[in-house]
């Protein structure tokens, strides 16, 4: 019989190669039977659940409680939260949502926990829906959380941006600025209490549900690269998304790295702390830059 750690190298080395990000059903089976940790992070889950997942909530995470995407900065807290999950770096996470109804909330996990140094986390594509429909193990009912071992987080800034990073990046004939948000959005609506409407000048549209399919799974990948080719967008310069609170921008980010992109990184403060800064632009469509 194989031990603990030969079963998930086994599982892992059939993975595609790369930096992969999202697996099928039976790659997530393989993670699951070999112990890893299965994080929910479906705003509101119901019931079926993949077996033994442990509700987590992105929001639990943030810099306050107003209206802000930004990961709250006291590391120190965030791995005592993330300890009583069951987490630790030498443990796989899969991270389970809903693609078809849900805001790429599973994402924004994979994102905080790649950013602060876990390495092995992989996203269920198509969510509990494939799962489902592939015939793996449910339950009724998530599971208790089992405390872990004593967590050091670092922070990897490759993966975040700041609302500085934007400015600068917004303005570099090399670099994308992709804002995830809907089309009236962009163009100003603010259904979310955002200060101001609109869009950062210089930025593109991309909703971050056109690399879905209508059935909630991943487009192909040459269909991705269509569109992020169409976009601009190239291995070897920065990328950096963004929408209202940084969670629809973790899903395109995250769909970047799955797909060879490595230089895309999440603005957690999107467009909440954008738009509240007030010596900061906004454009709209209508207004021009």
Same mark, same amino acid.
């Given at each position: 019989?194989? $031990? @603990?750690? &030969?079963?998930?190298?086994?599982? +892992?080395? !059939?993975?595609? %190669?790369?930096?992969?990000?999202? /697996?099928?059903? =039976?790659?997530?089976? $393989? @993670?699951? &039977?070999?112990?890893?940790?299965? +994080?929910? !992070?479906?705003? %509101?889950?119901?019931?079926?659940? /993949?077996?033994? =997942?442990?509700?987590?909530?992105?929001?639990?995470?943030?810099?306050?409680? +107003?209206?802000?995407?930004?990961?709250?900065?006291?590391?120190?807290?965030?791995?005592?939260?993330?300890?009583?999950?069951?987490?630790?770096?030498?443990?796989?996470?899969?991270?389970?949502?809903?693609?078809?109804?849900?805001?790429?909330?599973?994402?924004?996990?994979?994102?905080?926990?790649?950013?602060?140094?876990?390495?092995?986390?992989?996203?269920?594509?198509?969510?509990?829906?494939?799962?489902?429909?592939?015939?793996?193990?449910?339950?009724?009912?998530?599971?208790?959380?089992?405390?872990?071992?004593?967590?050091?987080?670092?922070?990897?800034?490759?993966?975040?941006?700041?609302?500085?990073?934007?400015?600068?990046?917004?303005?570099?004939?090399?670099?994308?600025?992709?804002?995830?948000?809907?089309?009236?959005?962009?163009?100003?609506?603010?259904?979310?209490?955002?200060?101001?409407?609109?869009?950062?000048?210089?930025?593109?549209?991309?909703?971050?549900?056109?690399?879905?399919?209508?059935?909630?799974?991943?487009?192909?990948?040459?269909?991705?690269?269509?569109?992020?080719?169409?976009?601009?967008?190239?291995?070897?310069?920065?990328?950096?998304?963004?929408?209202?609170?940084?969670?629809?921008?973790?899903?395109?980010?995250?769909?970047?790295?799955?797909?060879?992109?490595?230089?895309?990184?999440?603005?957690?403060?999107?467009?909440?702390?954008?738009?509240?800064?007030?010596?900061?632009?906004?454009?709209?469509?209508?207004?021009?830059?």
């Amino acid at each position: 019989m194989l $031990s @603990l750690v &030969a079963f998930i190298s086994c599982a +892992l080395s !059939a993975l595609p %190669s790369g930096e992969t990000v999202f /697996v099928t059903p =039976a790659q997530a089976a $393989s @993670l699951h &039977a070999a112990g890893a940790l299965v +994080l929910d !992070a479906r705003k %509101s889950p119901t019931s079926p659940y /993949v077996a033994g =997942a442990v509700e987590t909530d992105w929001l639990d995470y943030r810099d306050g409680l +107003l209206p802000t995407g930004r990961l709250d900065s006291n590391l120190e807290r965030v791995a005592k939260k993330l300890r009583r999950l069951g987490l630790s770096h030498d443990r796989s996470v899969l991270v389970v949502g809903d693609m078809h109804e849900g805001w790429g909330e599973e994402a924004r996990i994979w994102w905080m926990l790649r950013y602060l140094g876990f390495e092995d986390v992989f996203i269920l594509e198509g969510g509990v829906r494939a799962w489902v429909k592939a015939g793996f193990a449910v339950s009724t009912g998530l599971s208790e959380a089992r405390t872990g071992p004593p967590l050091v987080l670092r922070n990897r800034s490759e993966l975040d941006a700041t609302w500085r990073d934007v400015d600068r990046l917004r303005t570099d004939p090399k670099a994308v600025v992709l804002d995830a948000r809907e089309p009236n959005e962009f163009a100003g609506a603010t259904p979310f209490f955002e200060a101001r409407g609109g869009h950062i000048p210089g930025a593109k549209n991309l909703p971050w549900k056109t690399l879905l399919t209508p059935e909630g799974s991943l487009r192909s990948g040459a269909e991705l690269d269509r569109i992020f080719k169409d976009l601009g967008i190239t291995e070897a310069h920065p990328v950096v998304a963004y929408c209202t609170g940084g969670v629809r921008s973790a899903f395109v980010v995250a769909v970047l790295h799955h797909r060879g992109y490595v230089h895309a990184a999440n603005y957690a403060g999107s467009f909440w702390e954008w738009a509240r800064r007030d010596e900061l632009p906004v454009a709209r469509p209508s207004a021009g830059p």
